[in-house]
């Protein structure tokens, strides 16, 4: 379908009878539906918004266009947790209504002030030339559940020098002040973090340019988050246009952190490297926030921005990740599943088995939803792996190459290929004879974390319904391989 721009930008409240009912019963037949995800009931999912706990409850929102599968109207979505495992929708929070947020409500974070959820955004603005016009808005959720928008900006576009790619406010408190980082561009096409300081919230005041180690980076700096961890801090984003390097950087666009220190009186945060936080195939814009125990989670949009999916011709598009566990071991951050999904497990089968120079299919296991903890000890062989939604001609492989010294998650059968200009494989560099992993399959997506979290593989996957079965090999030599599955209610 090709899409105008009446089509693109209508706001849900422009569905016409019937209209909506009919994109939810096409999406119902999507056999790539998810299980245990959050998923748009129909359009397109990407950024989650405003991940916080709030008035007992984590609430969290995401980027939402309702209309299909496409990048057209964004609203705001809200869903809320007692646990972040099981979701309520609480429905639409945010859709455009004035003039500065005419085309989009584009992403933002939340913060709790005075007993409300502060709801900080970037309202998007197209000219009659069809130029971009963003401004940084703000909109305040009460304890009895109503919103309410400010009618105008609280800055209302880039200082001089800076392009109107400007958007994603990430807001925190810091000493005596608040602090705004917004994502830009410089004039010169280079992509930075500019700085804001105010005293109540609302009233703020250009402060500078963040200074970093990293002055030229990519075209575009997107979707900030800020915070501290195990006494060091940490700043998070998703820079556009870097060149790959290595096994780093390998998909269209990244996400990453750099941890260090944040001088908010000279406005310059004094790091060294950046960790790409997710070496898989679609991941981009995480958000974080604190539970009241002190974790940090984190949760990201399973997609890439100018990507085309096999599940946009059902009506829908993307999910976000399973929320993780953050911590630093050794200056890089580690990510873990969150604790609270072992109360997803509904039944447990465990299977060991010594191969020899073979591929078996195995019986008592089948690549069904849920949970897998597997270790792989290789004790001659060159290459083991255990291969996933296994069919005719479909499998997704995570091999360990004992010759090469990587760790891979290969994508090049699984189904209807996606995004394959950027290739079919990731890699990491893996020089160790045992390796543990702990996945998590569903029905269109794999979630691969290796030896708690010192990598990430995060994929979606789009195999056919009959491709369940699961396989194990190792080539020349032999290698033990344990693996225990919890389904999924």
Same mark, same amino acid.
């Given at each position: 379908?090709?899409?105008?721009?009446?089509?693109?930008?209508?706001?849900?409240?422009?569905?016409?009878?019937?209209?909506?009912?009919?994109?939810?019963?096409?999406?119902?037949?999507?056999?790539?539906?998810?299980?245990?995800? @959050?998923?748009?009931?129909? &359009? +397109?999912? %990407? *950024?989650?918004?405003?991940?916080?706990? #709030?008035? =007992?409850?984590?609430?969290?929102?995401?980027?939402?266009?309702?209309?299909?599968?496409?990048?057209?109207?964004?609203?705001?979505?809200?869903?809320?947790?007692?646990?972040?495992?099981?979701?309520?929708?609480?429905?639409?929070?945010?859709?455009?209504?004035?003039?500065?947020?005419?085309?989009? @409500?584009?992403?933002?974070? &939340? +913060?709790? %002030? *005075?007993?409300?959820?502060?709801?900080? #955004?970037? =309202?998007?603005?197209?000219?009659?030339?069809?130029?971009?016009?963003?401004?940084?808005?703000?909109?305040?959720?009460?304890?009895?559940?109503?919103?309410?928008?400010?009618?105008?900006?609280?800055?209302?576009?880039?200082?001089?020098?800076?392009?109107?790619?400007?958007?994603?406010?990430?807001?925190?408190?810091?000493?005596?002040?608040?602090?705004?980082?917004?994502?830009?561009?410089?004039?010169?096409?280079?992509?930075?973090?500019?700085?804001?300081?105010?005293?109540?919230?609302?009233?703020?005041?250009?402060?500078?340019?963040?200074?970093?180690?990293?002055?030229?980076?990519?075209?575009?700096?997107?979707?900030?988050?800020?915070?501290?961890?195990?006494?060091?801090?940490?700043?998070?984003?998703?820079?556009?246009?870097?060149?790959?390097?290595?096994?780093?950087?390998?998909?269209?666009?990244?996400?990453?952190?750099?941890?260090?220190?944040?001088?908010?009186?000279?406005?310059?945060?004094?790091?060294?490297?950046?960790?790409?936080?997710?070496?898989?195939?679609?991941?981009?814009?995480?958000?974080?926030?604190?539970?009241?125990?002190?974790?940090?989670?984190?949760?990201?949009?399973?997609?890439?921005?100018?990507?085309?999916?096999?599940?946009?011709?059902?009506?829908?598009?993307?999910?976000?990740?399973?929320?993780?566990?953050?911590?630093?071991?050794?200056?890089?951050?580690?990510?873990?599943?969150?604790?609270?999904?072992?109360?997803?497990?509904?039944?447990?089968?465990?299977?060991?088995?010594?191969?020899?120079?073979?591929?078996?299919?195995?019986?008592?296991?089948?690549?069904?939803?849920?949970?897998?903890?597997?270790?792989?000890?290789?004790?001659?062989?060159?290459?083991?792996?255990?291969?996933?939604?296994?069919?005719?001609?479909?499998?997704?492989?995570?091999?360990?190459?004992?010759?090469?010294?990587?760790?891979?998650?290969?994508?090049?059968?699984?189904?209807?290929?996606?995004?394959?200009?950027?290739?079919?494989?990731?890699?990491?560099?893996?020089?160790?004879?045992?390796?543990?992993?702990?996945?998590?399959?569903?029905?269109?997506?794999?979630?691969?974390?290796?030896?708690?979290?010192?990598?990430?593989?995060?994929?979606?996957?789009?195999?056919?319904?009959?491709?369940?079965?699961?396989?194990?090999?190792?080539?020349?030599?032999?290698?033990?391989?344990?693996?225990?599955?919890?389904?999924?209610?």
């Amino acid at each position: 379908m090709s899409w105008t721009n009446a089509q693109r930008y209508r706001v849900i409240t422009d569905a016409k009878d019937g209209e909506l009912s009919v994109l939810e019963a096409k999406v119902a037949k999507s056999i790539w539906r998810q299980k245990y995800h @959050i998923q748009p009931n129909y &359009g +397109l999912l %990407n *950024d989650p918004n405003g991940f916080c706990y #709030y008035n =007992g409850k984590y609430h969290l929102f995401y980027q939402w266009f309702p209309f299909g599968a496409v990048h057209g109207m964004k609203h705001w979505y809200h869903l809320t947790s007692a646990d972040l495992v099981n979701w309520e929708e609480e429905g639409v929070a945010l859709m455009p209504e004035f003039p500065h947020e005419s085309h989009g @409500i584009f992403s933002g974070t &939340g +913060l709790v %002030n *005075d007993n409300q959820l502060y709801l900080f #955004y970037t =309202g998007n603005h197209r000219d009659e030339k069809w130029q971009r016009r963003s401004s940084q808005c703000l909109a305040i959720l009460s304890s009895d559940g109503k919103i309410e928008k400010l009618a105008e900006p609280v800055i209302s576009g880039p200082p001089q020098q800076y392009t109107h790619n400007f958007r994603d406010p990430k807001v925190f408190k810091k000493g005596n002040h608040y602090y705004m980082l917004v994502g830009a561009q410089r004039e010169s096409l280079e992509g930075c973090l500019l700085v804001y300081v105010s005293d109540d919230l609302k009233a703020w005041k250009f402060k500078q340019e963040l200074k970093t180690n990293h002055d030229s980076f990519g075209f575009m700096w997107e979707c900030p988050d800020y915070f501290s961890l195990q006494g060091q801090e940490v700043l998070l984003l998703s820079p556009q246009g870097l060149k790959p390097k290595g096994n780093d950087f390998q998909n269209i666009y990244h996400s990453g952190v750099f941890i260090g220190k944040f001088d908010e009186h000279v406005g310059y945060f004094d790091t060294d490297s950046f960790q790409e936080l997710d070496k898989g195939f679609d991941f981009y814009a995480p958000q974080t926030t604190q539970t009241p125990d002190g974790r940090q989670i984190l949760i990201g949009w399973m997609g890439l921005p100018d990507t085309v999916y096999p599940s946009d011709h059902d009506g829908w598009a993307n999910c976000l990740t399973i929320p993780r566990e953050l911590s630093i071991k050794n200056g890089q951050i580690q990510q873990q599943p969150l604790q609270e999904l072992k109360q997803k497990r509904v039944k447990t089968t465990q299977h060991q088995i010594k191969v020899v120079s073979s591929r078996e299919r195995l019986k008592t296991i089948y690549s069904e939803v849920g949970e897998y903890r597997i270790s792989i000890n290789v004790e001659t062989a060159e290459r083991v792996g255990i291969a996933f939604r296994v069919g005719d001609d479909e499998e997704t492989v995570c091999l360990l190459d004992q010759v090469a010294e990587y760790f891979s998650l290969d994508r090049t059968r699984s189904g209807i290929p996606v995004a394959t200009d950027y290739g079919t494989v990731r890699k990491i560099t893996y020089q160790q004879s045992v390796v543990q992993l702990t996945v998590f399959l569903d029905q269109s997506s794999i979630e691969v974390f290796v030896n708690d979290g010192e990598a990430v593989f995060s994929s979606r996957i789009f195999p056919k319904e009959d491709s369940r079965y699961l396989e194990v090999f190792a080539e020349n030599g032999t290698a033990q391989i344990e693996i225990k599955q919890w389904c999924y209610a």
